[in-house]
């Protein structure tokens, strides 16, 4: 089992829908979860922390399940600059560095 | 605000040069990145380093060496370039290697 799936995408949605992605993480004892947001041709950045008790930012909503090893991004009203591609990353046990996944295309079409 | 720069955006170069990519964070982080990244395979980790002149392979560390002689900058080195060692070179900082990571923006380097 890889360390980090997410599914490719990509995902087409229309303007006002609202996208859910999902990830899955093989080690359990994985302590950071966070999803990144990259741009076309840009590096990737921080888009928000993934708690144990889930959090939301505005449109945005992160969940963890510890229990299945999934983490959820889920996007509500989606407006054509959320277009991107959506990195789940988690974090090794240890001092060691954070494990990126490949990554979920979004494409939000007026 | 974290600043993670790097020293070129765009870079050619010809097979064998040895090539020089830097990185400079000024937010006085322990931890130094470097990845490449390629359509398909996502981000790869390249070396890392935890502490001025130590260092760590990370997941392909064949045909790279790094260098860190002060706290704030982290040099990756392509010793004889490739042109499989064509990619876009993203370096990284962060406080704690589990902590969020914050990016420079990234070197495209093509070797022809």
């Known amino acids: 089992r890889k360390e980090v799936e997410q599914d490719p995408g990509p995902f087409n949605v229309p303007e006002g829908a609202t996208v859910a992605f999902n990830c899955t993480y093989s080690?359990?004892?994985?302590?950071?979860f966070f999803w990144y947001r990259q741009d076309c041709r840009k590096e990737p950045k921080l888009l928000m922390s993934?708690?144990?008790s889930g959090n939301e930012d505005g449109r945005f909503t992160a969940q963890l399940n510890r229990a299945s090893q999934y983490i959820s991004l889920l996007i509500r009203d989606s407006k054509l600059s959320d277009s991107a591609t959506y990195l789940c990353v988690v974090s090794r046990a240890g001092n060691t560095p954070l494990v990126f996944g490949k990554g979920t295309r979004l494409s939000v079409i007026a | 605000d974290v600043k993670v720069t790097q020293s070129s955006r765009y870079l050619v170069k010809r097979t064998g040069e040895k090539v020089f990519l830097e990185c400079v964070q000024d937010m006085d982080h322990e931890n130094m990145f470097w990845y490449r990244q390629d359509p398909g395979l996502g981000l790869r980790l390249i070396y890392f380093s935890y502490d001025v002149k130590m260092k760590e392979k990370g997941d392909i560390p064949e045909g790279y060496s790094v260098s860190r002689e002060k706290k704030e900058r982290f040099s990756l080195i392509l010793e004889s370039a490739s042109t499989n060692q064509t990619s876009m070179y993203l370096c990284?900082?962060?406080?704690?290697?589990?902590?969020?990571?914050?990016f420079g923006p990234g070197t495209r380097l093509t070797v022809t």
């Open positions: 993934v708690y144990s």
């Open positions: 080690n359990s004892a994985s302590q950071s």
């Open positions: 990284a900082s962060s406080w704690m290697a589990g902590d969020e990571q914050y």
